[in-house]
């Protein structure tokens, strides 16, 4: 089994500046791409930012992925955080997992974290 597990979310000011991580745990799995995806209350979820598995940091707008190599997690840190960046937080890996000698893909997602920020 491989599973993923999101952590950092919280109530956050306006203006400030949030870090979530992304941990991924299992055996025989390589990962090709992670992606950080959000759902606003009452919306859908989309896409936030994301990185390949060989990436170091990827920055999009105010979303940085970035990779913690000690930690072997993927964080998004979030700056300049505004109200409608509340919502709950996914984060997803795409990859490989070797079953018996057999490569087959995976996109697992965790959990969720959720992110306040208020005005």
């Known amino acids: 089994q491989v599973q993923v597990a999101e952590s950092g979310g919280g109530l956050v000011q306006a203006g400030g500046s949030l870090r979530l991580s992304c941990t991924a745990s299992g055996s025989s799995f390589s990962v090709d791409h992670t992606d950080w995806y959000r759902q606003p209350p009452g919306k859908q979820r989309e896409w936030v930012a994301g990185m390949p598995g060989s990436g170091v940091t990827s920055v999009t707008g105010r979303f940085t992925v970035s990779r913690d190599k000690a930690k072997n997690a993927v964080n998004l840190e979030i700056d300049s955080l505004k109200p409608e960046d509340t919502g709950v937080y996914y984060c997803?890996?795409?990859?490989?997992?070797?079953?018996?000698?057999?490569?087959?893909?995976?996109?697992?997602w965790g959990q969720g974290t959720q992110v306040t920020v208020s005005s």
């Open positions: 997803t890996i795409r990859g490989l997992r070797n079953i018996r000698g057999t490569l087959i893909p995976v996109n697992i």
